[in-house]
Structures are given as C-alpha cells and as structure tokens.
C-alpha cells in the first residue's frame, strides 16, 4: 500500500516516472490528465489496523477511525498512532480527522446522533460520517440536515 501510495503520488506531480519498487515498477510512465487538486487530490484513510493507521500520518488528508466495535479509548489510542506517525513523518498539521456512527434499522435519534457529532467534535474530529437507516434514508436525512447540523454551525 505505501509503494503504490508512493507511486500515484509521483504520477500526479510529475511528468515522467521511473519506479522499481518491490510490487510496482514503472518505466517512463505518464499520467495525464493531472489531477485539479494541487499538488494532487486530498487523500483519506479509513481503518483501524495498525499498518493503516500509520500510513495515514503519513499520507493522509483525512483519516477515519472506523467505528464497528469501538471500545471506550480506541478512537483516542488510534488518533495517537496516526498522530505519531505524522509527527515522525513532519505532518502533524495536515492530517485532519473523521468520527462517525455505525447505522440502525430503528428509527432516527436525533439526540443520541447529536450527543454522537459532539463527542466526535470534542476528540477532535473535523468531519463527521453518519449511517442512516436504510428503511427511513430520505426523511432521516431530512431530519438530520434540519435538526442536527444547524447546531453544529
């Protein structure tokens, strides 16, 4: 992953590529048209595992910590690993973060998804992902643009 990470990386900034890596080689390669975002588009990580956690700080825009079967602590402790590599890697500023929420079948509970982006937001979160219910999507999707962002703001 971080070879092939290595490699777009130089194919969106360069002209020209010549790579020999372990799993990807390149010889002359072009990419064109070149991206829009400069030096090249903004890249966001999602995992919890170790080895991901450590790339994103040290390539990552955003990263999201996933949250199935999130114990008390794991965001703090993976936030911390991605926050360490990105201290190593002379980042620290560029790596932004993102919390969400698993989704339901029950119906949408504004208060509980408002407690939910509060406690992101307090951990340090800049982004929020939320899972609605597939059996209310629309109306909930409503309902949280309504009565939960706007909060937020």
């Not at 595992?49 to 993976?78: H, N, W």
């Not at 208060?111 to 951990?123: C, H, L, M, T, Y």
């Amino acid at each position: 992953t971080k070879e092939g990470l290595e490699l777009m990386i130089k194919l969106w900034t360069q002209d020209e590529v010549t790579f020999d890596g372990k799993y990807y080689q390149a010889k002359a390669a072009v990419l064109e048209p070149k991206p829009v975002q400069k030096p090249y588009p903004p890249l966001l990580f999602g995992g919890r595992g170790d080895r991901m956690l450590k790339l994103a700080g040290e390539f990552a825009d955003i990263c999201y910590i996933m949250p199935q079967f999130q114990t008390p602590g794991v965001y703090e402790d993976s936030k911390g690993k991605v926050l360490k590599a990105a201290k190593k890697a002379n980042r620290v500023d560029k790596v932004a973060f993102m919390a969400g929420s698993m989704g339901s079948r029950s119906p949408y509970d504004l208060k509980e998804s408002s407690q939910k982006v509060e406690k992101a937001r307090e951990e340090g979160a800049s982004y929020y992902l939320t899972a609605l219910p597939r059996n209310a999507y629309i109306e909930s999707m409503r309902r949280f643009a309504k009565e939960i962002i706007p909060s937020f703001k």
